[in-house]
């Protein structure tokens, strides 16, 4: 190690984030294992059961959406991965807040494209 990371790591543990620097350093190690142990185990397509799905798609119904797309998933879909996570796992809650937020950002691009006269 340099002398200038020395001097860091001597003042930060000196003002008393050294302790803070490593665990965080240990919290960065563990997600990033869990986040290689979902990579192995996942399919690349996250698997719903058919019920999962037919909420799914009720749910579209309720944003006023008739048609039924195919709500196959990638397993390194940060949006719904950030929203699974943020539900504590709950699949629905999970797939509400995803179809939600994609239905939110395709009517506002589309607002922009007819604004701008793009088809």
Do not use: C, W
Request: cysteine-free; hydrophobic content about 35%.
């Amino acid at each position: 190690m340099g002398l200038k990371k020395r001097l860091i790591r001597f003042f930060q543990d000196k003002i008393g984030i050294g302790e803070n620097r490593d665990k965080i350093k240990e919290l960065e190690s563990r997600i990033s294992y869990q986040n290689q142990l979902i990579q192995r185990v996942l399919p690349e397509i996250f698997p719903m059961t058919q019920e999962e799905k037919t909420h799914g798609y009720a749910f579209l119904k309720e944003l006023g959406l008739a048609d039924q797309p195919d709500l196959s998933i990638h397993k390194n879909d940060i949006m719904f991965r950030l929203s699974y996570y943020r539900t504590g796992g709950d699949l629905r809650r999970t797939l509400q807040a995803y179809l939600k937020t994609g239905y939110e950002i395709a009517r506002d691009i589309s607002s922009i494209a007819n604004e701008k006269g793009v088809e």
